[in-house]
Nanobody
Framework: QAQLVESGGGLVQPGGSLRLSCAAS?????????MAWSRQAPGKQHELVAS???????YYADSVKGRFTISRDNAKNTLYLQMNGLKPEDSAVYSC?????????????WGQGTQVTVST
């Protein structure tokens, strides 16, 4: 079954860095596919954090601009989110998703999520 699998979450101190990875399994994504990271903290609404469009245009939520960087390696079928200058308010479950063409149709695939906790 095709899926996206995140990794790289964990516990980090304020000001620290983490790099999240989102690897596609049994499916390949290309530069023509929209890919994104979102997050949800307890008691808060789901938030789009960053995205990268088929044309390579990136979007960042105001809360992470200048600190987070989204990138993709199509050859490795992997999406990344580099997070620097982490703050306690960045603590959340981070999920990747993509609108991926599977050869017959474009479908949205979600990862299972990875926990990021920023705390002393």
């Amino acid at each position: 079954q095709a899926q996206l699998v995140e990794s790289g979450g964990g516990l980090v101190q304020p000001g620290g860095s983490l790099r999240l990875s989102c690897a596609a399994s049994r499916i390949s994504f290309s530069r023509d596919d929209f890919m994104a990271w979102s997050r949800q903290a307890p008691g808060k609404q789901h938030e789009l954090v960053a995205s990268i469009s088929p044309g390579g245009v990136t979007y960042y939520a105001d809360s992470v601009k200048g600190r987070f960087t989204i990138s993709r390696d199509n050859a490795k079928n992997t999406l990344y989110l580099q997070m620097n200058g982490l703050k306690p308010e960045d603590s959340a479950v981070y999920s990747c998703y993509g609108d991926i063409f599977d050869g017959s149709a474009r479908k949205r695939y979600w990862g299972q999520g990875t926990q990021v906790t920023v705390s002393t």
